[in-house]
T-cell receptor
Framework: AQSVTQLDSQVPVFEEAPVELRCNYSSSVSVYLFWYVQYPNQGLQLLLKYLSGSTLVESINGFEAEFKKSETSFHLTKPSAHMSDAAEYFCAVSVKQGAQKLVFGQGTRLTINP | GAVVSQHPSRVICKSGTSVKIECRSLDFQATTMFWYRQFPKQSLMLMATSNEGSKATYEQGVEKDKFLINHASLTLSTLTVTSAHPEDSSFYIC??????????FGPGTRLTVL
């Protein structure tokens, strides 16, 4: 079975400061990795994903994540935070074969201070 | 990306009544739909996996007689919470996928049982 651990339940940063949201996973088979963002009372929006190929993946709004297999990590980073980045972020994994069920981490609430 | 809708977005009902939530894939045919439940400030927990034309597969601990899932077409799945109780109050989110594609999430339905 797969599991995902998001090490921080809350991450406060100042506006324009760098952001790092940590994600570690556990799996005995190869996985796909995802980061989702959730704004209050809304569903999930896909931020970025790693399926194969380059281990560094980027989103359109400046976030990026690097898949490090040796560390079983997929940390999300952004060099400069904006107020609009404040939200809940979920890391998730799915196995490469089968029903592609997603297993989510506990979530990290990113707050941006002016 | 593909669009998934949910209806209603918010519902309040009395204890003992049943509530139906619809999940629709608007611009693609979804061979598989997933239903999740999210408690306040918590992560998403998968309830069941629904394949078009077949019975849903429920996760361990989810009562299939209480949470009835129907996936009658490639664009519609429904979740019916039968004999709802206050402890069923939650945010219910669906997602839809097709073979080889990622999951696309609906905006969620907030259920409040009085």
């Amino acid at each position: 079975a797969q599991s995902v651990t998001q090490l921080d339940s809350q991450v406060p940063v100042f506006e324009e400061a760098p952001v790092e949201l940590r994600c570690n996973y556990s799996s005995s088979v190869s996985v796909y990795l995802f980061w989702y963002v959730q704004y209050p009372n809304q569903g999930l929006q896909l931020l970025l994903k790693y399926l194969s190929g380059s281990t560094l993946v980027e989103s359109i709004n400046g976030f990026e994540a690097e898949f490090k297999k040796s560390e079983t990590s997929f940390h999300l980073t952004k060099p400069s935070a904006h107020m609009s980045d404040a939200a809940e972020y979920f890391c998730a994994v799915s196995v490469k074969q089968g029903a592609q069920k997603l297993v989510f981490g506990q979530g990290t609430r990113l707050t941006i201070n002016p | 990306g593909a669009v998934v809708s949910q209806h209603p977005s918010r519902v309040i009902c009395k204890s003992g009544t049943s509530v139906k939530i619809e999940c629709r894939s608007l611009d693609f045919q979804a061979t598989t739909m997933f239903w999740y439940r999210q408690f306040p400030k918590q992560s998403l927990m998968l309830m069941a996996t629904s394949n078009e034309g077949s019975k849903a597969t429920y996760e361990q601990g989810v009562e299939k007689d209480k949470f009835l899932i129907n996936h009658a077409s490639l664009t519609l799945s429904t979740l019916t919470v039968t004999s709802a109780h206050p402890e069923d109050s939650s945010f219910y989110i669906c997602s839809a996928t097709a073979t080889g594609r990622e999951q696309f999430f609906g905006p969620g339905t907030r259920l409040t049982v009085l």
